[in-house]
């Protein structure tokens, strides 16, 4: 399982240096752009969305995993290299980083462009947001994306790897199947992220499926965050907040980190976390950050010390 293990280190370096690819080369938008084309009237909307939903992250996965694959009859090193562009696109965390920074930075010299940066991040109306309420919504996009756009992927490449490789599948072989499940949680993540909404006629199916995969990689998300912060007693917060959301599973890490900063979450109108501490000021949200750019860190290392042994 080494060459698994490398395929990880390899993924971290590629978003350490380059955070994320052009839009136009990222396979992500190539994906985004087809799932584009379900969303319009259909006769039986829940449907067509169910059956988007169960086969487009498939095909997603079985693209990656073939061009591992075909690389890796080659020469299997050159099947770990693309290995480690297959993981690193299915993955996110040196840019999720940086778009929090830039609406944290924002927030202290101007909310316009700070509710504009926002949009990007965050599904919710921004124009009559405070400057803490966007810190707010700012820092709970940060702990969601860490576990839809890191751990999640990560995940379910180690968990894809690992069981091929149990079953005496030669390691290149093993990589491919790795790619293959991060690729399509990423593709499940992706239908969630442009269909799975009540005011979307297809986004029952995508939606449902988010929830299912997700219910995992959300707690070892909160997981992660806590032994970061060294607050366990922060998971129990987590799971009493948690029942307060429609999601079954965002309010873990969000949760976690609220409770392990003694900060205030808040989307106005919906739910708060924590609701006796203040909101984040910008050194608040600027610890979030760093906080979760070691868990980030830290879930890449257990996946690589998983799939090396």
Same mark, same amino acid.
């Given at each position: ?98 778009? +929090?920074?830039? =609406? @944290? ?5 101007? #909310?316009?462009? $700070? &509710?504009?940066?926002? /949009?990007? %991040? !965050? ?100 997981? +992660?965050?806590? =032994? @970061? ?5 922060? #998971?129990?917060? $987590? &799971?009493?907040?948690? /029942?307060? %959301? !429609? ?63």
């Amino acid at each position: 399982m080494g060459l698994s293990a490398l395929v990880v280190g390899g993924s971290l370096v590629l978003d350490l240096a380059l955070g994320e690819p052009p839009r136009r080369l990222h396979p992500v938008a190539w994906f985004g752009r087809l799932v584009g084309t379900v969303d319009r009237p259909w006769k039986r909307p829940a449907v067509i969305g169910s059956i988007a939903a169960a086969v487009l992250p498939i095909a997603a996965g079985l693209v990656l995993a073939g061009s591992v694959l075909a690389a890796g009859r080659v020469d299997p090193l050159a099947g770990g290299l693309v290995g480690a562009l297959a993981l690193f696109v299915s993955t996110s965390l040196r840019r999720l980083l940086d778009r +929090v920074r830039e =609406v @944290v930075t924002a927030t202290g010299e101007d #909310l316009e462009i $700070a &509710r504009e940066r926002l /949009r990007a %991040l !965050a599904g919710r109306d921004a124009t009559e947001l405070s400057a803490g309420e966007i810190r707010s919504a700012a820092v709970e996009s940060l702990a969601e994306n860490l576990a839809d756009g890191l751990v999640a992927p990560l995940l379910y490449y180690a968990v894809f790897a690992v069981g091929a490789a149990a079953t005496g599948a030669e390691p290149v072989l093993a990589v491919a199947t790795g790619c293959g499940g991060a690729a399509w949680v990423k593709g499940v993540n992706t239908l969630d992220s442009m269909l799975g909404y009540r005011t979307k006629p297809t986004g029952w199916g995508p939606a449902r499926l988010d929830d299912a995969v997700m219910w995992f990689p959300a707690r070892v998300s909160a997981v +992660v965050i806590a =032994v @970061v912060l060294v607050r366990p007693r922060a #998971l129990v917060a $987590a &799971r009493r907040w948690q /029942r307060d %959301l !429609a999601s079954p599973n965002s309010g873990w890490p969000m949760g976690t980190l609220a409770a392990g900063l003694a900060l205030r979450l808040e989307k106005p109108g919906h739910y708060v976390l924590n609701a006796e501490q203040d909101p984040p000021d910008v050194a608040d949200a600027e610890g979030a950050i760093r906080r979760v750019a070691v868990a980030g860190l830290l879930a890449y290392a257990l996946v690589g010390v998983v799939t090396w042994y």
